[in-house]
């Protein structure tokens, strides 16, 4: 079981579903929460109470096939954390020019943590995503994603791709933002599973494939047992001097980085697949 935002129709304004197989009940229309935010200010005892009434109460609902899967996203803001990975943390002291920065940040009590992307810069299932036009060097980053309540409970998990300009990062870490925070800088979904619903999330396998004129021209796998700290560590770095009202996306990091010599291009596919949530495809543009 998993939740959804989704359209019926392409205008339609997108509605809160429950996915129980290969069919979505509307969450609202059985009585269930409305709105994502709806669903990251309820206590998560209950929410699964509410969601539980929902699938007894939603009748047959609709098939997956007859509805269009939208970022599982109104509210709220992306955050991200960074170096989580020793992997990522190897990468980011190849490109950069003040490499000690990140293994003193993997050690470090303290995470790297960003602001990565407010709900009009995030893509959905099939939207494109970006890379900047004034970077030579671009890579997809592939994240387990934390759903967090208002209350700082992790309450389910996405897809995300963290989409990153290398070049500009490479040049002085300052330049951060610039390399992270752009238009259609980051992708979330296809769904949410419920946190009750994942048995270890720290023992889920990540792949990522990058194809080019339907040709795989990269392909990578690791697992969250790979990171190099817990997802109730950065949750409670998050909510340090911060309120989130209607709740938080916290990308935990990605163990997978393609070498050196590959960047995105315009016209690539990625796609990436977390085991028991599911495969998040994405196009990519090349901004003007």
Known sequence: ????????????????????????????????????????????????TRLEAVTANGGEGTPLSAVTLVAPIDRQEVWAAGVTYLRSRDARMEES??????????????????????????SGPGEAVAVRADSTWDVPEPELVLAVN??????????????????IEGENPLYLPQAKVYSRCAALGPVVALAWEIPDPMALPIRLTIRRSGIERFAGETSTDQMHRTLADLVAYLFRGNEFPSGAFLMTGTGIVPPSEFTLEDGDEVEITIEGIGSLRNPVVRLS
């Open 1 to 48: 079981m998993s939740i959804c935002l989704f359209r019926t129709e392409p205008a339609a304004t997108p509605r809160l579903g429950l996915v129980v197989g290969d069919r979505v009940v509307d969450s609202a229309g059985a009585g269930g929460p409305a709105t994502m935010a709806d669903v990251l200010t309820l206590p998560a005892a209950d929410l699964r």
């Open 97 to 122: 020019t003040q490499k000690s920065v990140y293994d003193l940040v993997y050690e470090a009590d303290r995470p790297e943590l960003f602001l990565k992307a407010t709900p009009n810069r995030v």
């Open 150 to 167: 208002r209350d700082g409970e992790i309450v389910g998990y996405t897809v995300g791709n963290d989409v990153s300009s290398r070049s």
